[in-house]
């Protein structure tokens, strides 16, 4: 049974920092390419960094030079360092994993999510 488990979320003021984890299980692949994504209220669910098993990353517009995800592949765990924190950056995380060499962008190729951790920025 595939699990993930998001964690390292919390409430932080502008330009503030967090790390975000993300532990996966039961995939059958051994290799996996990982990545991040972020709901807010009202808003569909969006690609935040995606680290393709080719050790390419994706990064939306938005968090380029800030946010850097890595993933450490001996415990199939995805992190998420985010600084310089924004205010619209407030949402629920949410990481997702697949087999294929390359994360899709979109979030509704995914079919398998955890549960979130919540991140709050305050102005």
């Known amino acids: 049974q595939v699990q993930l488990m998001e964690s390292g979320g919390g409430s932080v003021q502008a330009g503030g920092s967090l790390r975000l984890s993300c532990a996966a299980s039961?995939?059958?692949?051994?290799?996996?390419?990982m990545g991040w994504f972020r709901q807010a209220p009202g808003k569909e669910r969006e690609a935040v960094a995606l680290?393709?098993?080719?050790?390419?990353?994706t990064y939306a517009d938005s968090v380029k030079g800030r946010f850097t995800i890595s993933k450490d592949n001996a415990k199939y765990t995805s992190y998420l360092q985010m600084n310089s924190l924004k205010p619209e950056d407030t949402a629920m995380y949410f990481c997702?994993?697949?087999?294929?060499?390359?994360?899709?962008?979109?979030?509704?190729?995914?079919?398998?999510w955890g549960q979130g951790t919540q991140v709050t920025v305050s102005s």
């Open positions: 997702a994993a697949q087999g294929k060499l390359y994360c899709p962008f979109e979030a509704g190729n995914y079919n398998d």
């Open positions: 039961g995939f059958t692949s051994r290799k996996l390419c």
């Open positions: 680290l393709h098993r080719t050790s390419e990353t």
